[in-house]
């Protein structure tokens, strides 16, 4: 008999990793409920292609990624809705001639990956979660305390005074997430230095399905697909910049902000004709020392966060979900507490070193680009030409890039 208030798995978060999970772990026997602050309703997402029809938050999704949510049943309502696939990358340097092409015929694939925007994908979860009979929402449900019990139990307060009980807790709740502050999870982080500003920009050019990065001395930028027509293109950005640039290029107005795109983006997609409102955030990479305690996981960003610049942050969330619910499975058909110690040790050393080697590799990218000495450079340009020119190493930076290795 199942007591009241107490789930085998609590997890706390919505967003794309919490909803994932909950869709992963259902139909199997767990009782599971699904914390939320906001809301979590649907609502219409919008049709018709314009400029001001974006979410401007998207995500850059592997195909081991679609495979995923194709696996959960999400995929074919964000197909059906919009996405775009990229078969091609372009990556330059604005300080040389360094450049290297990726092309999905290189390894024998109809593409890349996809741009989704983020609130598709979403809502594509949500409409699994209403159908799944396992899954509670409690939703606004705002987390007032968690705490551990002798018994091992995991008990979570919500400020409207509802208590919960759950073998597991999976802290799904984002870079500032409170179950890993609350639980006294150490973290290893620092500043990037830099701020990412995000819009959705209107362009004199077809993208032509390619996903476009320069690396400028202050920062990169990227250009990603969006669904367009034969005489509308359009793409969100992604502008990773210094600090010291940040508040002078969010004071710009429109007009003056596409001109300033134009220059950066070296024209390679004609005029900036449009610009959406812009929203800048802070880059700090955060990586938490251990992913679990007895009873208490984090997944995605409440475990990690990297530099957006190879667009990964979403696609290892994913894994960790897709790693954690097929652990949780496999032990609950042999008995196993969803919460039990070793069983989560077997997720985090899976998850881990993928982790902290992207983590790091982005670092890395990070640095490299930032050097303006001239041997520096000089090396940098000749490392582009150079991948460019070695099929097998191209093939394998992709079939990495793409989870696909």
Request: net charge neutral; glycine share 8%; proline share 2%.
């Given at each position: 008999m199942v007591e009241p208030g107490y789930y085998d798995v609590v997890i706390v978060g919505a967003g794309i990793a919490g909803g994932a999970l909950a869709v992963a772990l259902s139909g199997e026997g767990l009782s599971i409920a699904l914390v939320e602050a906001q809301p979590l309703t649907r609502t219409p997402l919008p049709t018709g292609l314009a400029l001001d029809s974006f979410d401007p938050r998207v995500s850059a999704l592997t195909p081991r990624s679609q495979a995923l949510l194709d696996n959960l049943g999400a995929w074919d309502a964000i197909a059906d809705y919009r996405s775009c696939r990229y078969r091609h990358m372009t990556v330059w340097d604005?300080?040389?001639?360094?450049?290297?092409?990726?092309?999905?015929?290189?390894?024998?694939?109809?593409?890349?990956?996809?741009?989704?925007e983020n609130r598709a994908i979403v809502d594509a979860l949500v409409?699994?979660?209403?159908?799944?009979?396992?899954?509670?929402?409690?939703?606004?449900?705002?987390?007032?305390?968690?705490?551990?019990?002798?018994?091992?139990?995991?008990?979570?307060?919500m400020?409207?005074?509802?208590?919960?009980?759950?073998?597991?807790?999976?802290?799904?709740?984002?870079?500032?997430?409170?179950?890993?502050?609350?639980?006294?999870?150490?973290?290893?982080?620092?500043?990037?230095?830099?701020?990412?500003?995000?819009?959705?920009?209107?362009?004199e050019k077809s993208h032509e399905e390619t996903a476009w990065q320069r690396f400028l001395p202050s920062g990169p930028l990227a250009l990603l697909p969006l669904p367009s027509t034969a005489e509308q293109h359009f793409c969100s950005i992604v502008w990773s910049l210094q600090d010291e640039h940040v508040d002078t290029m969010m004071a710009l107005d429109d007009k003056a902000f596409c001109r300033t795109l134009q220059q950066a983006s070296e024209m390679r997609l004609g005029?900036?004709?449009?610009?959406?409102?812009?929203?800048?955030?802070?880059?700090?990479?955060?990586?938490?020392?251990?992913?679990?305690?007895?009873?208490?996981?984090?997944?995605?960003?409440?475990?990690?966060?990297l530099h957006p610049l190879a667009g990964q942050g979403i696609n290892l969330g994913l894994q960790d979900v897709a790693v954690l619910a097929r652990e949780v499975l496999m032990g609950y058909r042999r008995g196993i507490s969803p919460g039990q110690l070793?069983?989560?040790?077997?997720?985090?050393?899976?998850?881990?070193?993928?982790?902290?080697?992207?983590?790091?590799?982005?670092?890395?990218?990070?640095?490299?680009?930032?050097?303006?000495?001239l041997p520096l450079r000089w090396l940098r340009n000749a490392g582009l030409h150079a991948v460019d020119q070695l099929r097998p190493?191209?093939?394998?930076?992709?079939?990495?890039?793409?989870?696909?290795?």
């Open positions: 604005a300080e040389g001639t360094g450049q290297v092409e990726f092309d999905c015929a290189d390894v024998d694939a109809e593409q890349l990956g996809y741009i989704v409409a699994q979660i209403e159908t799944a009979g396992d899954v509670s929402v409690l939703s606004p449900a705002r987390l007032q305390a968690c705490n551990r019990q002798a018994s091992g139990r995991m008990v979570l307060s400020e409207d005074g509802m208590s919960l009980q759950a073998g597991l807790i999976v802290a799904a709740d984002g870079a500032q997430s409170r179950v890993r502050e609350m639980m006294n999870f150490r973290l290893r982080e620092w500043d990037y230095g830099h701020h990412g500003i995000v819009c959705t920009v209107q362009l005029k900036v004709t449009g610009c959406t409102r812009r929203f800048a955030f802070p880059l700090r990479q955060r990586h938490a020392r251990d992913y679990v305690q007895p009873g208490v996981a984090l997944v995605a960003d409440a475990a990690h966060t070793d069983l989560l040790q077997r997720y985090q050393r899976q998850r881990k070193g993928e982790n902290l080697l992207m983590m790091s590799t982005m670092e890395g990218f990070k640095r490299l680009f930032e050097q303006e000495a190493v191209k093939r394998e930076l992709m079939r990495r890039a793409m989870g696909v290795a």
